[in-house]
């Protein structure tokens, strides 16, 4: 069975530094994607970023990027100028096939003023 | 934008009772989810459709049954509730073909069974 493993489950940082969430992953595909997911608290998953295993440029989408180490099986996500409303539990994810997702366990990340 | 709704925020029920969870996405995606999220465990797949009346199992099925008469609505079923089900379940709904497999997450409902 395919796995994701987040090994942090809490982290924080200081308003507008930055911050790295880790991400180890276990797959036989060789074509997939990766995303980290970010669930606010009592609010809804949403999306933060994608990755295409087939891509070796790192995704980044604003203040969110990637690190992606496709020998490795890492896929790290680091969130630069730290804000307030990025307080919550972050979810690296991977695309199994068939439809599925599998998720890490999940880090909870807060922003110290 | 898309949309998924679950009919209730939080839910508490007895041991025994059967409780039905609804989801309804405004997407026009083929596929829809339900999945149980605790504490340390991340997210876990119950049931999935990729069809109307389509079902496969997840990882966690016991327990629980799902029913899909229409594309847009996925239920998901407790025959008889018990306390270990006491969870957040979360529906997701994604397109089968054309995207990225991105999947878009209703509220939650927080169900507790006492």
């Known amino acids: 069975a395919q796995t994701v493993t987040q090994s942090q489950p809490e982290m924080s940082v200081q308003e507008a530094e930055t911050v790295t969430l880790s991400c180890t992953y276990d797959?036989?595909?060789?074509?997939?994607?990766l995303f980290w997911y970010k669930q606010p608290p009592s609010r809804q998953m949403i999306l933060v970023i994608r990755q295409e295993a087939y891509k070796q440029q790192n995704a980044t989408e604003n203040r969110f990027s990637v690190n992606f180490q496709k020998a490795a099986k890492s896929f790290s996500l680091k969130i630069s100028d730290s804000q307030l409303g990025d307080a919550a539990m972050y979810f690296c994810v991977n695309w199994e096939g068939a439809q599925k997702l599998v998720f890490g366990q999940g880090t909870r990340l807060t922003i110290n003023p | 934008d898309v949309k998924v709704t679950q009919s209730s925020r939080y839910l508490v029920k007895r041991t025994g009772e059967k409780v039905f969870l609804e989801c309804v996405q405004d997407m026009d995606h083929e596929n829809m989810f339900w999945y149980r999220q605790d504490p340390g465990l991340g997210l876990r797949l119950i049931y999935f459709s990729y069809d109307v009346k389509m079902k496969e199992k997840g990882d966690i099925p016991e327990g629980y049954s799902v029913s899909r008469e229409k594309k847009e609505r996925f239920s998901l079923i407790l025959e008889s509730a018990s306390t270990n089900q006491t969870s957040m379940y979360l529906c997701?709904?994604?397109?089968?073909?054309?995207?990225?497999?991105?999947?878009?997450f209703g509220p939650g409902t927080r169900l507790t069974v006492t």
């Open positions: 997701a709904s994604s397109l089968a073909r054309g995207g990225t497999y991105e999947q878009y």
């Open positions: 797959t036989s595909e060789s074509d997939y994607y």
